[in-house]
């Protein structure tokens, strides 16, 4: 994550087309909003598109605009997002669910920087920063066919790669120290830090805020951060996405780190008992279960 600030500071330096990768719910919309607001065209309109939730007839005048008449409820003249972000940031999101038909359109745009809106023969020239995010193998997705080539190299100019919250553990305590102080005048205690470190966070940042905010509701009613933590969903679906060697390169640390090498040998020691183990490791019962069944998890996925 340290390194991705870093690329989005150098990224704000120009209008370089940017690609956010990370699971959903890592920040990459919160990334682009702040590269947006970093670089010198912070004055212009951010204009954020999620690419899998447009209909697919609207597609060509919704990105490049409509004239009056043009078609059947076509009542005035359209823009279209790219004219809405000129002098400014076009942020498509889920680029990977765009339809190929206007994956053609949007090389196009690219290539001649113009717009020619449905029912018009005249191209309007566009000045925009054009971002992407997915949570998508994009690689993968040119390999099956869904996704130009020739479009993801104009996307790919520089890739920013957000980890999972789960694999940035000094970062969580921060951000989850600014949601909370947005929510409640007392501070997190240790061990309710703690407990949000050990939590896997399949959901990332967005599941993160989401139990804070529920935490903040609940904590008069006698409800304990674990107890929250232990009915949140931990698995992995999000994971499905994940290229396998990514997957066994974060297997490979997991089994490697001292952390669940420990785990290992002390419930060995206590003969397998989960009680006794989570007390000789200074950590709770929960997070010991959640410990095992990440690693169990992982293991799984591995042999799938
Ligand atoms: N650094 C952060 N500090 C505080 N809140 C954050 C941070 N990063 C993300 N969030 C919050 O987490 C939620 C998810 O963030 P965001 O929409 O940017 O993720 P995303 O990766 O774009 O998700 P998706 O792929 O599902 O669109 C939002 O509510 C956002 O405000």
Request: aromatic share 6%; charged share 25%; hydrophobic share 40%.
């Given at each position: 994550m340290a390194d991705s600030k870093k690329l989005l500071?150098?990224?704000?330096?120009?209008?370089?087309?940017?690609?956010l990768c990370g699971e959903s719910g890592t920040g990459k919309e919160?990334?682009?909003?702040?590269?947006?607001?970093?670089?010198?065209?912070?004055?212009g309109a951010f204009v954020a598109v999620n690419c899998g939730a447009i209909s697919p007839g609207l597609v060509e005048s919704l990105f490049e605009g409509s004239c009056r008449g043009a078609f059947t409820g076509a009542v005035s003249n359209q823009q279209g997002f790219v004219r809405a972000a000129d002098h400014g940031t076009l942020f498509l999101d889920e680029i990977g669910e765009l339809p190929?038909?206007?994956q053609t359109r949007l090389l196009r745009i690219l290539q001649e920087r113009s717009v020619t809106p449905v029912g018009s023969q005249q191209s309007i020239p566009v000045d925009f920063r054009l971002i992407c995010a997915t949570h998508r193998n994009l690689q993968a997705a040119v390999?099956?066919?869904?996704?130009?080539?020739d479009l993801f190299f104009r996307l790919n100019v520089f890739p920013i790669r957000l980890l999972p919250l789960r694999e940035r553990i000094d970062e969580l305590r921060t951000i989850a120290v600014e949601i909370w102080r947005e929510l409640s005048s007392r501070n997190l205690t240790e061990?309710?830090?703690?407990s949000?470190?050990?939590?896997?966070?399949?959901?990332n940042v967005r599941q993160l805020k989401n139990v804070l905010e529920r935490f903040q509701l609940l904590q008069n009613l006698g409800e304990t951060l674990d107890d929250i933590l232990s009915s949140e969903p931990w698995d992995f679906r999000s994971l499905q996405n994940i290229h396998v060697q990514e997957l066994s390169a974060s297997l490979y640390r997991s089994v490697k780190t001292p952390a669940w090498k420990s785990i290992q040998e002390t419930l060995l020691q206590c003969g397998n008992n989960k009680t006794k183990a989570a007390a000789r490791l200074g950590i709770?019962?929960?997070s010991l279960c959640y410990q095992i069944k990440i690693h169990n998890q992982q293991l799984r996925?591995?042999?799938?």
């Amino acid at each position: 994550m340290a390194d991705s600030k870093k690329l989005l500071e150098i990224a704000a330096r120009s209008s370089i087309p940017v690609l956010l990768c990370g699971e959903s719910g890592t920040g990459k919309e919160v990334m682009a909003r702040r590269l947006h607001a970093m670089s010198d065209r912070a004055q212009g309109a951010f204009v954020a598109v999620n690419c899998g939730a447009i209909s697919p007839g609207l597609v060509e005048s919704l990105f490049e605009g409509s004239c009056r008449g043009a078609f059947t409820g076509a009542v005035s003249n359209q823009q279209g997002f790219v004219r809405a972000a000129d002098h400014g940031t076009l942020f498509l999101d889920e680029i990977g669910e765009l339809p190929l038909e206007i994956q053609t359109r949007l090389l196009r745009i690219l290539q001649e920087r113009s717009v020619t809106p449905v029912g018009s023969q005249q191209s309007i020239p566009v000045d925009f920063r054009l971002i992407c995010a997915t949570h998508r193998n994009l690689q993968a997705a040119v390999c099956a066919g869904k996704f130009r080539e020739d479009l993801f190299f104009r996307l790919n100019v520089f890739p920013i790669r957000l980890l999972p919250l789960r694999e940035r553990i000094d970062e969580l305590r921060t951000i989850a120290v600014e949601i909370w102080r947005e929510l409640s005048s007392r501070n997190l205690t240790e061990s309710e830090l703690k407990s949000l470190c050990q939590f896997p966070w399949p959901g990332n940042v967005r599941q993160l805020k989401n139990v804070l905010e529920r935490f903040q509701l609940l904590q008069n009613l006698g409800e304990t951060l674990d107890d929250i933590l232990s009915s949140e969903p931990w698995d992995f679906r999000s994971l499905q996405n994940i290229h396998v060697q990514e997957l066994s390169a974060s297997l490979y640390r997991s089994v490697k780190t001292p952390a669940w090498k420990s785990i290992q040998e002390t419930l060995l020691q206590c003969g397998n008992n989960k009680t006794k183990a989570a007390a000789r490791l200074g950590i709770s019962r929960g997070s010991l279960c959640y410990q095992i069944k990440i690693h169990n998890q992982q293991l799984r996925n591995l042999e799938n």
